[in-house]
């Protein structure tokens, strides 16, 4: 059971689907010859049935819709005779650009203007100095930041193979020579040649985070997260930005 609640939620989604399906075939096979439903009829049920198990498993509230209406849009799907090769492509196609919500649980969401001149406003004083962004998304933020501070050098990290290209390109096609993007896991990054480290990231890696920013990053350099704090660590300073959505950014000095 504690094996099953530890799988990533869109594991535990297919999961649940396969019972719900499991158990829909067992009573159509089983279940006597009263029971004649159209395909459509059974996926209402298995998508009923999947919403249930997926209420019970305590995932977040968006998953039960996600549950409830997939089995029968692929049964509208199929009776539409939309070509079977546009599933695995959707698929595909997603996972190449939301790779990191299935495997780390973050997605991808980008900083404001607003949040990015206050960030404009934490980096060093002093000339020369180096940023980077722990999951750099699309590089908006890096390119934004480069352009305003062309003495300092900017670093973007990242896994998610189509936000990476977007990324490398953009910087490219800015001119922006003082930003690096590098397709690696944040969590390879060697954090002690940064003085100030950024991420928007999710409260899930939050706490492994923190550990691992205060063991490599150097003394006085800044550690700064966009609204997800680590639970039990103070930061030593709280940003409010003054934007639609009242941004905080959390600051752990090292
Ligand atoms: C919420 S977005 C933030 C994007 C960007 N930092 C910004 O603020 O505009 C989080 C990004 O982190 C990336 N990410 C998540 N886990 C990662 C990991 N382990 N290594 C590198 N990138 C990761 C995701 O792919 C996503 O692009």
């Known amino acids: 059971m504690k094996m099953i609640k530890r799988l990533p939620p869109i594991l535990l989604a297919m999961l649940i689907q396969l019972v719900a399906f499991g158990i829909c075939r067992l009573v159509d096979t089983y279940g006597g010859q009263e029971i004649t439903l159209s395909a459509f009829n059974w996926a209402l049920i298995q998508g009923a049935l999947a919403a249930v198990m997926t209420l019970l498993s305590r995932m977040s509230y968006w998953w039960i819709g996600i549950q409830l209406v997939f089995a029968p849009?692929?049964?509208l799907g199929l009776a539409f005779k939309i070509p079977l090769w546009i599933f695995p492509l959707t698929l595909v196609v997603l996972l190449m650009v939301f790779w990191n919500?299935?495997?780390?649980?973050?997605?991808?969401?980008?900083?404001?203007?607003?949040?990015?001149?206050?960030?404009?406003?934490?980096?060093?004083?002093?000339?020369?100095?180096?940023?980077?962004?722990?999951g750099?998304?699309?590089?908006?933020?890096?390119?934004?930041?480069?352009?305003?501070?062309?003495?300092?050098?900017?670093?973007?990290?990242?896994?998610?193979?189509?936000?990476?290209?977007?990324?490398?390109l953009r910087a490219l096609l800015a001119g922006a020579s003082n930003v690096h993007i590098h397709f690696v896991s944040l969590w390879v990054a060697n954090l002690s040649h940064f003085d100030r480290v950024y991420c928007f990231l999710s409260p899930v890696p939050m706490p492994d985070l923190y550990l691992k920013a205060r063991d490599e990053m150097p003394e006085g350099s800044l550690f700064i997260s966009n609204s997800f704090t680590v639970p039990n660590i103070k930061?030593?300073?709280?940003?409010?930005?003054?934007?639609?959505?009242?941004?905080?950014?959390?600051?752990w000095k090292m």
């Open 136 to 168: 750099c998304g699309l590089a908006g933020t890096l390119v934004t930041l480069a352009k305003a501070r062309p003495d300092m050098e900017f670093h973007g990290f990242e896994t998610a193979p189509v936000p990476f290209m977007i990324s490398k």
């Open 101 to 134: 919500v299935a495997i780390n649980r973050v997605p991808l969401y980008l900083t404001n203007t607003k949040t990015t001149d206050k960030l404009l406003s934490l980096l060093p004083k002093e000339q020369g100095g180096r940023f980077a962004d722990l």
């Open 235 to 251: 930061p030593s300073r709280t940003v409010n930005v003054q934007d639609g959505r009242k941004t905080k950014l959390f600051i």
């Open 73 to 75: 849009l692929l049964i």
